[in-house]
């Protein structure tokens, strides 16, 4: 790839192939901000509604360091209200991504919440669309049933995809 772009930057803005690349960039991140802008106003909308229970104790949802966390098969009476609010929605009941939250920050950060319906992996330093990309927005509008009917279409995972179409 780099023997189709100049190796001088003045050269690579000249470059057709370079301003593709700098338009799909430019597009990803408009995206990303219509998307993070529609997306807070669901999840806030949520959070409200959760809000109206007493906060989480922060204990409830557990695990050992670096291993999965889930909620206790007992929850406490405060957390089980938010647990079974998460769960309602999620469209992968069995495959919510626990780590990716802070409990203790639910109460506080609605974009804690939206954590819960994205990929595996989400950091503490996510914490708003603003610092969340395109993937993990579309997952957040696929597996949070809050969005369905906010949607003409079905959002499906793509199947098949050759990567190398794409870099050729
Ligand atoms: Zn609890």
Redesign the pocket.
């Known amino acids: 790839m780099m023997s189709t772009v100049g190796s001088q930057p003045a050269n690579r803005f000249s470059d057709p192939e370079f301003q593709n690349w700098l338009k799909v960039a430019r597009s990803l991140l408009v995206l990303r901000d219509g998307l993070g802008e529609f997306t807070k106003q669901e999840i806030d909308s949520f959070h409200q509604i959760l809000k109206q229970n007493p906060p ?2 922060g ?2 949802i557990e695990g050992k360091k670096n291993a999965p966390k889930k909620p206790k098969a007992q ?2 009476t ?2 089980q209200p938010w647990i079974e609010g998460i769960t309602k929605v999620h469209c992968n009941k069995g495959g919510i991504y626990w780590n990716n939250s802070s409990t203790a920050n639910w109460a506080t950060n609605a974009w804690e919440l939206a954590k819960l319906y994205m990929g595996k992996g989400q950091t503490p330093g996510n914490k708003g669309p603003h610092k969340t990309d395109c993937a993990g927005l579309l997952t957040l509008i696929s597996q949070c049933k809050l969005f369905k009917s906010k949607l003409n279409t079905s959002l499906k995972p793509i199947q098949n995809v050759s990567y190398a179409s794409i870099w050729t």
Request: net charge neutral; glycine share 0%; with cysteine.
């Open positions: 989480p104790c204990k409830c929850p406490c405060d957390c």
